[in-house]
C-alpha cells in the first residue's frame, strides 16, 4: 500500500447519480493505480435530509458496478463529538466566534446587498462581542451559530491537479458557518475535519466544489492541518449543454441498473466522461487502473450521450459470459412475467439458449425481455404489416402445412437438418426460399424481423414450430380467405 489515501464522500439524500458513480469511479482508480486506499465515507449531517434507506443504495449501487472500498463507511453523523471538539479550538484560539445574529438581521443585509447591486458577504458584526454582548443575546434566546474569522485581504490559492492553480480573491469570502445554531457541523467545515482526521491525501471530487476548496483550505489551516492535494473533475452536461437532470432521462445507476444496462457497461461509460485513455475505448476496470491518471482527465465538461452508453451496453451484452449474462437477465424476463420465480435447471437452460439466439439485436436486458416473448408464449398477435405481405398470398397456408410435415419428418432437429430441409423443399415445390421463410418466421414469433430464423426454430423446439405453423395455416385458412 502507497500513502495515498482518497475518499468518495456522498451524502445520502438521493440515489447514486451518474455524476456521483463517475466521482466514485475515479477515486476508485486514481487509488487502484497508486497502491492506495479507497475510502467510503457517508456524509450524513444533514440529518433532515440524509435516509438510512438511500445508504444502503448507495452502497449497492457501488457493490454493483464493482467499485469495491477498502475502509469505511464511515458516517459524519457518528463523529459529532469530534467536530465539536475542533470548533470549540478554533474558539478557544480566538479563530472562530459564536455568532447571534438572527435569520432577519441576516435577511435584511442581504437585501441591502441586492439593492446596492454588490455581493453580499457576512459583515462580520459578531466578530468582537464582548462577553456581556454575548450574554445578553443569550438571556434574549438566540441560539448562536460558530463562523470562522476569514482574511479579508489577500488571496487563497487552489493548486488543482486538473486546473492548475485556482485563485480566490478573499474579499470574496465572508466569516463562514462552521457549526450552525442546531450545532451540527457545516459540510465544509465536516469535511475538512474529516479529511484530516482520514489522512486523505487527495481529495477527487465535482468542479461544483471548488468554489468550496478555498473555504476548506482557509478552515484546515486555521486548524493548522496538512493539507490535502485537490483535483476537481469536470461537470458532466446535457447535450445542449444544460445542467443534466430528470428531463434528460435516467440519471442515476439505479435507474440504468433497472433497465438493463450492465455494470460493465455503465463503468466504461463512465470513465469516458471527462477522461481520455487514449486510442482504446472499450476498458475493463483492470484496463482502466492501468491507464488512469488524473493529468488526462479535462478540465472542461464531459457531456453525457446516452446513445453511446447504450451502444457499449450492447457490445457487453454481446461479449458477456453466456451463464452470467443468464443470472443478470432472469429478473427482466421475469418481471415480463416470462419465467416464473423459482426456475428449475432446465428453465434456465432454456434461458441461456434464447439470449444466446437474440441478444446480438439489442442494446439492453429490458429490450431482451421483450424481444424474446414468443419464444414464452403462442399467443400473440401476428404484425398486420407482415400479414399483408406474407401471409395474403395465395396458397400460403398450403405451404406452411407442408413445411410442419416436413419438419415433422425430419430425424434429426438442428440448424442443418432444418435449414437443408427448407431448401429442399422450397425447390420441389419451385418456390424461392424466402417464399416458405418469411411466413414461417411470422407464424412462429408473430414478428417480421428477428434472429436466424434456423436458430429460432431449433431453441423452440420441434414441437412448438409445427405447432404454431399449423396454428398460422388455420388462421390464414380461417381469417384470411
Ligand atoms: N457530500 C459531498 C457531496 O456529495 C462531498 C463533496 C466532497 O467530496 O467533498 O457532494
Redesign the pocket.
Known sequence: MSGVRV?F???PTGELHIG?AR?ALFNYLFARASGGTFILRI?DTDLERSRPEFTTALMEALHWLGLEWDEGPFFQAQNLDEYNREAARLLEEKKAYHCYCTPEELAAGREEARKQGKPYRYPGTCRNLSQEEERAFLAEGRSPVIRLITPDEGETAVDDMIRGWVVFDNSTLDDFIIVKSNGLPT?NFA?VVDDARMRITH?I??EE?LS?TPRQIICARALGYELPLYAHVPMILAPDRSKLSKRHGATSVEEFRAKGYLPEALLNYLALLGWSPGEEEILDLAAMIERFSLERVHKTAAIYDVAKLTWLNGHYLWEADPVRLTQLALPFFQAEGLIAENPGEEDLQYLQKVIETVRSRVKTLGELAEASTYFYRDQFEYDSKGVQKHFNKEGTAELLRKAAETLEKLPVFDLESTETAYRDLAASLGVSSGRLIHPTRLALSGRTMGPGLFELMVVLGREQAVKRLLAAAAYIETTLN
Open positions: 475518499r464522500a456522498p451524502s456521483g466521482t456524509d459540510y469535511s481529495v471530487r465535482a466544489h468550496n
